[in-house]
């Protein structure tokens, strides 16, 4: 089982350039988030959807934008890349919609903005 | 402000010692408390799910437990393979609904 795939695994980016971090699962989950890993800070919810054609934001969502036209598929673009977005994007997917449902995670892609 | 506090930052342990790792939170109306394990160059892995105080849950040398202020991941006779970072996240009951992580303890076992 492939589970949650994300692409692409690294990437350098200079400042103002857009680009979109893949991910898509094949569990059938509901629901599909992206979080971001930053060196002394814990995980933190940039975007998420319940479902096909449902998004909303979550902690830091400025700088980034989403959409979920299918069940498996959940982009994230950066619309301007900034220094401030290196970090280590995480794509996660549950079952349900339900907060408390556990979530499964992508290998991550680590994002380099000079 | 809700915050959940992991302690300590990094352990290192030889084979075969046992110990534990710390999770403490300040949250108002605790739904849930989830530990992970993450490995270098890995998205995080889900462990246990933990409830209410007095709950314990056990996957081969770890065990979890939960009080009404903190969590604690038991680790007996750890293995070098038992190496990574541990995370815990909390899930209030009002509020966002999101989960709030903390930074993670890193785990070395030296064989």
């Known amino acids: 089982n492939a589970g949650v795939t994300q692409t692409p695994k690294f990437q350098v980016l200079k400042t103002g350039q857009s680009m979109t971090l893949q991910c898509a699962q094949d569990?059938?989950?509901?629901?599909m988030s992206w979080y971001r890993q930053d060196p002394g800070m814990g995980l933190r919810l940039i975007h998420y959807?319940?479902?096909?054609?449902?998004?909303d934001q979550g902690e830091v969502p400025n700088g980034y934008n989403v959409s979920r036209s299918t069940t498996e598929d959940f982009p994230l673009r950066l619309l301007s890349a900034a220094p401030s977005q290196t970090s280590v994007y995480f794509c996660?997917?549950?079952?349900?919609?339900?907060?408390?449902?556990?979530?499964?995670f992508g290998s991550g892609t680590q994002l380099s903005v000079l | 402000e809700d915050q959940v506090t992991q302690s300590p930052e990094a352990l290192r342990l030889q084979e075969g010692e046992s110990s534990s790792l710390n999770c403490s939170y300040t949250v108002s109306g605790l739904r849930g408390l989830f530990w992970y394990r993450q490995d270098p160059g890995k998205g995080p892995e889900f462990l246990f799910t933990?409830?209410?105080a007095g709950e314990e849950k056990e996957k081969e040398r770890l065990k979890a437990t939960l009080t009404k202020k903190e969590s604690f991941l038991h680790i007996t006779a750890p293995k070098p393979e038992d190496s990574a970072t541990y995370l815990c996240?909390?899930?209030?009951?009002?509020?966002?609904?999101?989960?709030?992580f903390g930074t993670g303890t890193r785990l070395t076992i030296i064989p």
């Open positions: 959807s319940v479902g096909a054609g449902i998004t």
């Open positions: 996660a997917s549950s079952y349900s919609y339900r907060a408390d449902e556990k979530l499964f």
């Open positions: 569990m059938n989950h509901e629901y």
């Open positions: 996240a909390v899930l209030m009951y009002f509020g966002n609904e999101k989960l709030t």
């Open positions: 933990l409830y209410s």
